[in-house]
């Protein structure tokens, strides 16, 4: 049974910077399409950031310019760089994987990829 585990999350001012890790139970080369959402209290899940189809990589609006997604395959490892933090960011940050590529967007349901981690904090406050 494939296991993704996040961790990276805790409590930073703004201005500063956080880097989430997502650890895959397996092979992350079986993964064409793996991503970053989170879901703030009271709001709906967003899709943060997604790679898919080996280099493609697409971010929200909100992130563009501040976060970037990459991964280490000798790892197994998915990683967030998140910069310039706003309070904004706070939330509750996802990693997803699902092995094809087609349909691999930020707006993607819930049921669009096949494995999801439990989850890491970020708050964003002075």
């Known amino acids: 049974q494939v296991q993704l585990v996040e961790s990276g999350g805790g409590s930073v001012q703004p201005g500063g910077s956080l880097r989430l890790s997502c650890v895959v139970s397996g092979s992350i080369d079986s993964f064409n399409c793996m991503g970053w959402f989170r879901q703030a209290p009271g709001k709906e899940r967003e899709g943060v950031a997604i790679k898919y189809a080996g280099s493609i990589r697409k971010f929200a609006n909100s992130v563009q310019g501040r976060f970037t997604i990459s991964q280490d395959n000798a790892k197994n490892t998915l990683y967030l760089q998140m910069d310039s933090l706003k309070p904004e960011d706070t939330a509750m940050y996802y990693c997803?994987?699902?092995?094809?590529?087609?349909?691999?967007?930020?707006?993607?349901?819930?049921?669009?990829?096949?494995?999801w981690g439990k989850g890491t904090q970020v708050t964003v406050s002075s």
């Open positions: 997803a994987a699902r092995s094809q590529w087609v349909g691999c967007r930020l707006d993607a349901d819930f049921t669009d990829f096949t494995y």
